[in-house]
């Protein structure tokens, strides 16, 4: 029984230490994109978009971890500022694609590097070798999750 718990209570340990550390990387790149006049999400699609080519909307909020009532919302805020545009598909009227504009590209050109250089920042704490030791066991812990999610 004593072992159980301590197991319960290694995972509870990981869990906070886990959400604590993301919360903390997190606000270094949210005070970067606020900089900018962005919020993650819509950093999120602008990157996605950038660096992946045009998307159909529906299948963008699975991709920045955002549901697709948000991912609309989003696109139109990313519309406006004239980053993205949208299209239809011609052979399936019921697709919508976003794609990055050639003001959203240079956008994303211009400050990206200043972004990576923001999240290095955050995570400088650890050696680069420790960054890829824990890079691995992230994805390990992530696809076991996955896999077990109901």
Known sequence: MMSRDRDKNDALHLFVVLS???EWVHAHSDQAIRKYGLTRTEFGVLELL???????????GNKVLM???????VVDKL??????TRQSCAEDRRLVYAEITEKGRQFIE??????????EQAVSGLSPE?????????????????????
């Open 50 to 60: 950038y660096h992946r080519g045009r998307q159909p909307i529906q299948q963008i």
């Open 20 to 22: 604590r550390a993301s």
């Open 130 to 150: 420790e960054r890829e030791i824990t890079a691995t066991l992230l994805k390990k812990l992530g696809r076991s999750a996955q896999e077990g999610y109901k």
């Open 110 to 119: 211009e400050v990206f590097p200043q972004h990576t250089e923001v999240i």
């Open 79 to 84: 519309e406006k500022k004239q980053f993205v």
């Open 67 to 73: 549901s697709s009532g948000n991912i609309t919302y």
